[in-house]
């Protein structure tokens, strides 16, 4: 399977192929794109520098609603590691990501989510 393997070296080479492969998870419930369609979670495009709760269209919980959070790379490494350690009350269910190298290939990824 030759283009298993490109995949995999390319994965290795760049953090934001990667993160998009980890990122798989996520799309379950958040799209990339600000016309995604509706998902149980709000979109994540352009979420690098936006304000925590700033998607019209989607409902947050009251503790999201209240976190004041800009996400950056730092908070979304935070966030990424656990949700609901960084936002109590939060409704999103994600328990995390332990790896400190694949949290920073799925903020890689999202770096390239423009809006």
């Known amino acids: 399977m030759a283009g298993l393997g490109a995949v995999q070296a390319q994965a290795q080479a760049d953090p934001a ?6 990122f798989l998870q996520c799309a379950a419930c958040h799209a990339v794109t600000a016309n995604g369609g509706a998902k149980v979670g709000p979109h ?3 979420i690098v520098g936006r304000k925590s709760a700033s998607v019209a269209s989607y409902k947050y919980s009251p ?3 209240k976190a004041g959070i800009t996400w950056t ?6 966030w990424l590691t656990g949700p609901a350690k960084l936002v109590p009350g939060t409704t999103m269910l994600f328990p995390g990501l332990p ?3 694949d949290r920073k290939a799925v903020i890689a990824y ?3 989510v423009k809006p």
């Not at 192929?17 to 980890?22: A, I």
């Open 17 to 22: 192929v990667r993160g998009k492969l980890l």
């Open 44 to 46: 994540l495009a352009g």
């Open 63 to 65: 503790a999201m609603t």
């Open 73 to 78: 790379e730092a908070s979304l490494d935070q």
């Open 99 to 101: 790896k400190a190298e």
């Open 110 to 112: 999202l770096k390239t």
